[in-house]
């Protein structure tokens, strides 16, 4: 079952996004949450974008969040404990399996992978989120 959902990017749009996602893990809703936090901080409030929840072929999990600037790219920080923000990414990079950014001429999407329910722990070969290139599974 895919969830697809059209929104603009305003704090309001968090809490109501995770409300709809409630049927899927807590993982599922906050990533969803932080992928469209990132989109309300870096882009600002307002900015358009889609939210999508769906199946891989391989079981997982995909949330997705499709915004209309393909140079504002998600970099992955490592906050200390003194910082206000920046956790964001790491958390996600932290819950997900894999998670990377597909530009296009007018848009991005930056998704993330989360195992399903009850399966094992799969190894990537070059880590979780590079921020770089989708990473494929073998």
């Known amino acids: 079952m895919t969830f697809e959902l059209d929104l603009l990017a305003v704090p309001k749009a968090v809490p109501e996004v995770r409300r709809l996602l409630r049927h899927h893990s807590c993982e599922v809703r906050l990533c969803a949450s932080e992928l469209l936090t990132n989109v309300i901080d870096h882009l600002g409030e307002g900015t358009p974008v889609t939210v999508r929840v769906l199946v891989t072929d391989h079981g997982h999990t995909r949330v997705e969040v499709t915004d209309p600037d393909p140079r504002a790219l998600p970099v992955l920080l490592r906050a200390?404990?003194?910082?206000?923000?920046?956790?964001?990414?790491?958390?996600?990079?932290?819950?997900?399996?894999?998670?990377?950014?597909?530009?296009?001429?007018?848009?991005?999407?930056?998704?993330?992978?989360?195992?399903?329910?009850?399966q094992g722990t799969a190894t990537l070969p070059h880590g979780r989120g590079s921020g770089g290139p989708p990473q494929r599974w073998p």
């Open 80 to 118: 200390t404990t003194t910082d206000e923000s920046g956790r964001g990414l790491a958390l996600l990079d932290a819950m997900a399996q894999r998670w990377g950014v597909e530009q296009g001429v007018d848009r991005k999407t930056v998704w993330c992978e989360l195992e399903a329910p009850g």
